[in-house]
């Protein structure tokens, strides 16, 4: 293998340079040649200070994080960083691109750093459900004290080159060639004697700290709020409150052990999987790197309503002018204003000004006719969910287009091949399935139909990148992929109901498991008429739900639903009229009621959604697992560390979910709860969901 790591010597400088494409990762060669490279230039005599520099277009970018789930092989990084560290001549680390995770750390093991302007640093572990490992949690708070190392390491997000001169990460910004900047910084050094600084020997941050750690555990407290059931940034936390409490070789090997313990845990494999997953979701068949795709120069939603507003939003906030239809002058307005009140909110929240506000707003163009579309690159469509309305405004759209832009659906029930048969070019039409509220949710379904083309599609997932969303590409059925797991959710939700288990038994047994919300609460907070009018006009019944509906009581906006909410308050309680209701609906059905447990609830739920996930993959609506669990991480509130339901069955194995889904289905005579093909064959072929 070609050694990727090389060294250059001009006069008294020893320049180590890596050459590991793309990214430069830390891998186990790039570590073993750094580790050769700094002992060969620190026993040179000629030598009189070393630069770490990177070729490409970054410093490094991080671990390899292939190899984490191998064994780990020497050298480790924590050695190399040490040694860097111990050189007995300044080491300068010229930082440009992005030196992330690792990367990072090795900047850290040098006595100087030097940073191009548009480059980057973070420590993202966390969002893998680790911790930085080789000394950053450790290093980073001696450098720029604990409070301000420990909010970059638990929000895991980079900063500019500015912010980290300013918090004394980098010594020096340059905006030419960094290496160039990096040897004028050698030579003052040099001359002027310089010795080294090794961080892991600073430490007036941590004495001052050391006075208040009430007010760190308090600081970390707050950070933490946001963070609920996840075990890395409560170990961030540990581990650098140990360096204010630890000296430095402890504080190390404690990071080390925690690390360690949380990359053989689940939470970081399921974290892990869900950072692949997202790279795989974006590998949709037909969609190659030549297919073209149309620059969404301008767009028009149509519908100004709950989803129409949001999605409007998401354009204007992507930098791309929208117009916004809806023939409701009332509905027109309610909608505009609904949008500037969103904005002024955040920008309230965030310290951004009016111009902030108006900037976006002068994006939004209201219009009430269809002929504001015609000059649109990409129409949303985003009206009532009825279908006729929808073919007819699909007709019209074909006319009043340009005859290359794409049309897209945000239908959640309707059939996309039935719509697009209203345009002359069906190929053009696609759904892109937005979440409420649009401008938040990151998850968009985008819908392929049978016509459609691999234009319209690649559109459809470029542009919402573009909108910084997730787009994961499904097929046509009866709510696509996520809807249709959670109907299978909510008919166990209905069963069990019946079967004796009260509304908060339900909902308790997936909070516990780190859903945020159960599927009543849900239901009260979106309001249940929502659920009851799609049921109606799709010809589905929810014995209890269309119960609960007919007495008036529609959630939270009624202060009755499944539970009862005093006024102004959002926290339901139980209610007995609900459970005596329950009673009387099972009886006049004849389901006999018993004592259910907490394990039961749990499994028919999740079961029966992973059962209904075998039968989307089988059915190809779903291209691969791992995109299943996106879709309910990233748009369903799944917990990201319990990695999505497909990555829960794997953990649990297809032959026990099989067993209790037999036992569910006889038990409640239930033929919807019998295990898809799939699932009994992976349970007897012993495979796994992933790979499939
Ligand atoms: N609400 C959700 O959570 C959600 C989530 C995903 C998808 N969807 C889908 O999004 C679509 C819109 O749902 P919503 O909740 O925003 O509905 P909504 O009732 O809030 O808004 C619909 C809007 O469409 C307008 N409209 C009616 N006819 C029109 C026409 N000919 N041209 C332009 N506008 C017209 C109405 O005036 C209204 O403002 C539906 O297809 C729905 O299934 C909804």
Redesign the pocket.
């Known amino acids: 293998m070609n050694n990727p790591v090389c060294i250059e010597r001009e006069g008294q400088i020893g320049i180590v340079i890596t050459d590991n494409p793309p990214v430069n990762a830390l891998s186990t060669a790039v570590r073993a040649g750094l580790m050769e490279a700094v002992e060969t230039l620190d026993s040179d005599p000629e030598i009189k200070a070393i630069i770490l520099h990177c070729e490409g277009r970054t410093f490094h970018a991080g671990a390899d994080i292939r190899e984490f789930n191998q064994p780990p092989a020497e050298p480790y990084l924590g050695a190399v960083i040490d040694r860097i560290e111990a050189c007995s001549k300044p080491v300068i680390a010229a930082l440009h691109g992005t030196a992330l995770g690792g990367g990072f750390e090795v900047a850290l093991s040098a006595h100087y750093r030097v940073m191009h302007e548009t480059g980057k640093v973070g420590l993202p572990e966390v969002k893998l459900g680790l911790l930085p490992g080789a000394g950053g949690t450790q290093r980073l708070p001696r450098l720029i004290g604990p409070r301000a190392a420990l909010k970059l390491i638990v929000s895991g997000d980079p900063i500019p080159a500015s912010k980290a001169l300013e918090d004394g990460i980098a010594d020096e910004i340059a905006s030419g060639d960094i290496l160039d900047a990096a040897k004028a910084l050698a030579g003052r050094l040099i001359d002027e004697g310089t010795p080294p600084r090794r961080v892991s020997q600073i430490d007036e941050k941590l004495v001052a700290a050391h006075g208040d750690l009430e007010g760190f555990d308090e600081f970390a407290a707050g950070l933490l709020a946001r963070k609920h059931g996840f075990d890395s940034p409560r170990i961030c936390v540990e581990s650098v409150r140990n360096a204010i409490t630890l000296p430095f070789v402890e504080g190390a090997k404690k990071e080390r052990e925690f690390f360690l313990e949380l990359k053989d845990g689940h939470q970081s494999a399921a974290q892990r999987h869900l950072f692949f997953a997202e790279r795989e979701a974006l590998k949709v068949e037909g969609v190659e790197r030549d297919t073209p795709v149309v620059e969404v120069k301008q767009a028009a939603v149509?519908?100004?309503?709950?989803?129409?507003g949001g999605i409007a939003m998401c354009f204007a906030d992507a930098g791309i002018p929208v117009k916004l239809?809806?023939?409701?002058a009332e509905?027109l307005q309610r909608?505009l204003g609904l949008i500037e009140k969103n904005y002024q909110r955040s920008a309230a929240r965030s310290g951004k000004g009016d111009g902030w506000v108006g900037e976006r707003m002068d994006r939004i163009t209201p219009a009430s006719s269809?002929e504001a579309a015609a000059e649109a690159d990409l129409v949303v469509e985003?009206?009532?969910?009825d279908m006729a309305?929808k073919k007819e405004?699909f007709g019209e759209l074909d006319r009043i287009t340009k005859a290359d832009a794409v049309l897209a659906?945000?239908?959640?029930?309707?059939d996309v091949n039935d719509i697009a048969t209203a345009v002359s070019d069906p190929g053009r039409v696609v759904g892109m399935?937005?979440?409420?509220p649009a401008n938040v949710m990151r998850l968009l379904e985008v819908v392929r139909g049978e016509k459609t083309d691999s234009r319209a599609l690649k559109t459809a997932i470029e542009t919402g990148r573009k909108l910084r969303k997730l787009p994961v590409t499904v097929g046509v059925c009866y709510g696509f992929v996520g809807n249709r797991m959670l109907y299978a959710r909510t008919m166990q939700v209905e069963a069990l109901m019946l079967e004796g288990a009260l509304p908060h038994e339900i909902d308790k047994a997936l909070t516990d498991f780190g859903f945020a919300m159960g599927p009543c609460a849900v239901g009260d907070l979106a309001g249940l008429d929502?659920g009851w009018r799609a049921r109606k006009q799709a010809g589905r019944t929810a014995p209890v739900a269309d119960a609960i509906c007919e007495l008036g009581r529609f959630g939270q906006k009624t202060g009755k639903g499944y539970y009862l909410y005093e006024e102004g308050s959002r926290r339901g309680t139980p209610d007995p009229e609900i459970a005596a209701l329950i009673r009387s609906i099972a009886k006049k059905m004849g389901v006999e009621q018993r004592q259910i447990t907490p394990e039961e609830i749990f499994e028919r739920l999740i079961y029966a959604m992973i059962n209904e996930g075998a039968r989307i993959l089988e059915e190809g609506i779903a291209s691969r697992s791992s995109d299943i669990d996106l879709i309910w991480v990233n748009g369903y509130g799944w917990p990201a560390y319990e990695g999505g339901p497909m990555f829960h069955a794997d953990l649990v194995g297809a032959g026990r979910i099989t067993e209790r889904l037999d036992h569910y289905a006889d038990m409640a005579s239930d033929e919807t709860l019998k295990p898809a093909p799939l699932l009994r064959r992976l349970a007897k072929t012993g495979s796994r969901f992933s790979g499939f």
């Open positions: 149509l519908g100004s309503g709950t989803m129409g239809i809806d023939p409701n509905a909608g269809m985003a009206v009532f969910e309305l405004i659906t945000n239908t959640s029930t309707l399935h937005f979440f409420s929502v």
